[in-house]
């Protein structure tokens, strides 16, 4: 008697979209405490001209410094992008080691400070391609800092990047804009590309962000077709602050991203 049942091909494709459908529901529904927070450009302005920064460290980050070398591979001279860079001191160690630092920030408050923190000397020039915006550039270090809108940054205004370091990006921008943060950010990377990114896991029910939630499973969804995704430190991070958001746990990751091998 012949089966009359699906072909086992066919049986499995019908699975696997099961479970991607059942997975991307699982994933909606993790996002959703935050899915339409938005953070307009002027409240971060209003954050800078009011110092309340408390996301800003006064030190190199502990997890740059532990994964540098994995993030440099044996490389020297490498061109590191900083996406919505504030003045993070990790930029001048960087270009101190040899490096060459781009970083975005659209409040001048952040760029300015930064130079001026580091007591270095820079120049200012407007971007012909991107209306309103400036680059200032060290005069020291290879350091160039673009002030405007990062979505309005792209390959053609300062080429492509070796590394990339996102301690505070990806989970400042708003939850709605990140397949766009995504493609801008792959956009950005060369064939061998090291990009260090650090996310936060923790109850988005219990804090509406900045800074965002950001589970490893969106991580797949937004870079994995195009990029391998490792997992290089997962450690506890709840502190008096995050206490005060509300936040009874808080997990900080740190994931080496690089490019598929064609």
């Known amino acids: 008697m012949r089966d009359s049942g699906f072909p086992l091909k066919v049986l499995r494709l019908v699975l696997c979209q099961a479970a991607a459908s059942c997975g991307q529901a699982n994933l909606t529904s993790m996002l959703a405490p935050q899915a339409d927070r938005v953070m307009a450009l002027g409240e971060w302005e209003e954050r800078w001209q009011e110092d309340r920064i408390g996301f800003h460290q006064h030190h190199v980050h502990k997890m740059l410094e532990s994964h540098i070398d994995k993030v440099l591979a044996g490389r020297t001279g490498v061109r590191f992008f900083f996406p919505l860079c504030g003045k993070a001191v990790d930029m001048k160690w960087l ?29 200012e020039e407007p971007v012909p391609a991107i209306p309103g915006a400036k680059v200032y550039k060290g005069s020291e270090r290879n350091i160039s800092l673009y002030q405007c809108d990062l979505y309005s940054f792209s390959s053609s205004i300062a080429g492509q990047f070796g590394a990339i370091w996102d301690r505070g990006s990806l ?24 990009y260090l990114l650090d996310t936060m896991l923790y109850n988005p029910e219990l804090y509406q962000g900045p800074p965002f939630f950001v589970p490893d499973e969106q991580l797949s969804s937004l870079f994995g077709n ?37």
């Open 226 to 262: 195009s990029c391998d995704i490792k997992l290089l430190h997962s450690v506890g991070a709840l502190t008096d602050r995050q206490r005060g958001w509300g936040l009874d746990d808080l997990t900080e990751n740190i994931h080496l991203i690089i490019p598929k091998s064609i």
């Open 171 to 194: 989970v400042a921008i708003n939850p709605r804009d990140r397949e766009k943060y995504a493609a801008l950010i792959i956009s950005l990377m060369t064939k061998d590309c090291r």
């Open 95 to 123: 270009a101190d080691m040899g490096h060459s630092v781009v970083g975005v920030e659209i409040c001048e408050k952040a760029i300015k400070q930064f130079f001026e923190e580091n007591n270095m000397t820079y120049s």
